[in-house]
């Protein structure tokens, strides 16, 4: 008795090509999400158009938009590593996808891995859409593209994981929301566009260990002062990283 050939063959597609596959539908949903899309793309752009602009903020620059630009890029990190991925994957939870994907041949850890590159994949478009309006309204960055690199890598794991943590241990309604306060809180008191000096002394070493803080002084200092790699900064993203992807693996419910 022979045994038929079945084309295509039965079974599970290798790991890697699950990963690109379940990467390549994240990113797609991810950018067809219009509140996504405003959240992640527009309004870190009009943010710097406006305060690059118009001259409502004393950054202490020369030009605004020096100040501005790497802020903007760290925002846009948070927006799309914390904010826009805590609030998808808060929704996916509380109807059930996560469940169901945890079903497929896909591990779950291959999950996480596909919605971490999707994150890349999205900040590698706003960070050439932002650089390209930055360069438009005249900015001049210097420094150590490395060092670069390493910050945004860094930043991308430490809101992941507080992105992930949150998504698995709240409601998805309580996601929504606190993930968006926790946008405006950051936006405002972050470094992003009002320079930390700007707020009272005791409060600035506090404000000055939040991920977003670190992550836009550590782009600033290299892409406007041209430092070579901002080791404390750096330091802080990477307790940030360690403790919110811990917890998020500690912690994160599937249902």
Known sequence: ?????????????????MIAAQT??????????????????????????LFSAVDIIDTGAGKSVDFLAPGILALA????????????????RRYGVLKLLGTSPLPRWALMTAKTLSVLVTEVLQVALLTVIAFGLGWSPHGNPFAVFLLLVLGTA?????????????????T????????????????????LDKYPEAVQSVLGLLPISALSDGLREVLQHGAAIPWSNLGILAVWAVLGLGAAARFFRWE
Do not use: C, H
């Not at 949903?29 to 527009?42: F, K, P, S």
């Not at 430490?158 to 309580?174: D, H, N, R, Y």
């Not at 929504?176 to 566009?193: K, P, R, T």
């Open 158 to 174: 430490a809101f992941s994981g507080l992105g992930l943590l949150m998504a698995g241990t709240l409601k998805a309604e309580a």
């Open 1 to 17: 008795m022979s045994i038929g050939t079945y084309t295509p063959r039965p079974g599970a597609a290798p790991l890697p090509r």
């Open 24 to 49: 390549a539908f994240e990113t797609k949903m991810l950018l067809r999400n219009g509140e996504q899309l405003l959240l992640t793309v527009i309004i870190p752009a009009l943010l710097l158009v």
């Open 176 to 195: 929504l929301a606190a993930a968006n306060l926790v946008f405006l809180l950051l936006l405002v008191g972050g470094g992003v566009i009002v320079p």
């Open 77 to 92: 990190v948070m927006s799309t590593a914390f904010t826009g991925q805590a609030i998808a994957t808060g929704f996916e």
